[in-house]
């Protein structure tokens, strides 16, 4: 199936500081989708990006899908509290058997 | 109204033991699936279903069976319980990928089962 990578596992940061998820793969892609799963909860669609270079903007969250459209980025401006939670990317898997695969997340921290 | 929901939200079991989530969806959507989310919040793929066929991940133990009585309900049938099998186990559902290439193709979650097995 479709795999992509994504980075950082893991990343702290003080309240107003900006944040940046990042997501790649070896194939190009037909499009790419973002979640948010707050702690407890569930994962929770955000957008889907699917024109190369794309970028779209919500409130503080800007999304962007690469040239090449193997590449995407979530940044967060200004992160706030309630910005906390693992924000996923996914895609889905070409060919025949088509899924919807997604990236390990990256699970922010934001401190106050 | 709940979108798509799963019952029960925490099941603690003995290993060995045979049980059973269910899930079910009120969007009128193909397309069903099976997540697990491990301690390190990795999302890993179980099944995917809609009415023409069921693509089962290759790692998924065959103790593991999804059931599908009618297009709405995909539920997850787990036999010979093991420690492993801990975690949570997402149900989820979204229009049938293939068709919607260019459209909307978001996934709608249960709010998830917390599976122990001790």
């Known amino acids: 199936g479709q795999q992509v990578m994504q980075i950082p596992q893991y990343q702290h940061v003080q309240e107003g500081e900006d944040f940046t998820t990042y997501c790649n793969s070896s194939?190009?892609?037909?499009?790419i989708q973002w979640y948010k799963q707050r702690p407890g909860g569930h994962p929770v669609f955000l957008i889907q990006?699917?024109?190369?270079?794309e970028v779209k903007k919500q409130k503080r969250l800007t999304f962007q899908f690469g040239e090449a459209k193997k590449n995407s980025s979530l940044h967060i401006t200004a992160t706030q509290t309630t910005d906390v939670g693992t924000y996923f990317c996914?895609?889905?898997?070409?060919?025949?058997?088509?899924?919807?695969?997604f990236g390990s997340g990256t699970q922010l921290t934001v401190l106050p | 109204d709940t979108a798509v929901s799963q019952t029960p939200k925490y099941l603690v079991t003995q290993m060995g033991n045979d049980k059973s989530i269910k899930c079910e969806q009120n969007?009128?959507?193909?397309?069903m699936y099976w997540y697990k989310q491990d301690s390190k919040k990795f999302l890993k793929i179980m099944f995917s279903?809609?009415?023409?066929?069921?693509?089962i991940n290759e790692t998924v133990p065959n103790r593991f069976s999804p059931k599908s009585p009618d297009k709405a309900h995909l539920n997850l049938h787990i036999n010979s319980l093991e420690l492993g099998d801990s975690a949570v186990y997402f149900c989820?559902?979204?229009?049938?990928?293939?068709?919607?290439?260019?459209?909307?193709?978001?996934?709608?979650f249960g709010q998830g089962t917390r599976l122990t097995v001790v």
């Open positions: 989820a559902s979204s229009q049938e990928l293939g068709q919607a290439r260019q459209g909307n193709t978001e996934a709608f």
């Open positions: 194939t190009t892609l037909s499009n």
């Open positions: 990006l699917v024109k190369s270079g």
């Open positions: 996914a895609v889905i898997s070409s060919g025949s058997a088509r899924q919807l695969t």
């Open positions: 969007l009128g959507h193909d397309t």
């Open positions: 279903y809609n009415n023409k066929e069921l693509i």
